[in-house]
């Protein structure tokens, strides 16, 4: 039975597994890295969206969003400081992650990877997804 209702999208929020601005090393994902604790439990690939809080400097907090379904990593900061590292660990990290769980390499080819310093377009895309 059809309710009319749109279907709703499959978010996985790591909002209690924040992590704080990245660094160069973490973008490696040795064994044992707390980052794969996020999932331990999780298939983030049966997810359309994961949002990701990141802590910047003790300071601020940023939005990154990694929406597999579309094919982009966005990574939001307000203050308009763009995070490269930030966006190479987030790749890094849904490799890592495909070659743990699926034991093949993800396809990150066509993916729009982009820092986005507007926070008009954060509420923007959150409203749209």
Wanted: proline fraction near 5%; charged fraction near 25%; aromatic fraction near 8%.
């Amino acid at each position: 039975m059809t309710t009319g209702m749109p279907r709703a999208r499959k978010v996985l929020n790591t909002n209690r597994s924040r992590f704080r601005t990245p660094s160069a090393e973490m973008s490696r994902f040795p064994r044992g890295s707390p980052l794969k604790r996020w999932t331990s439990k999780i298939d983030v690939f049966s997810k359309d969206i994961i949002l990701v809080p990141v802590h910047c400097n003790l300071n601020h907090w940023c939005m990154a969003i990694i929406h597999l379904k579309n094919k982009t990593i966005f990574y939001y900061d307000s203050l308009g400081d763009p995070s490269d590292i930030a966006l190479d660990v987030l790749q890094n990290y849904i490799i890592a992650e495909s070659l743990d769980k699926r034991k093949v390499q993800y396809d990150m080819s066509g993916f729009r990877i982009e820092n986005v310093i507007e926070c008009q377009r954060l509420v923007l895309h959150l409203a749209l997804v």
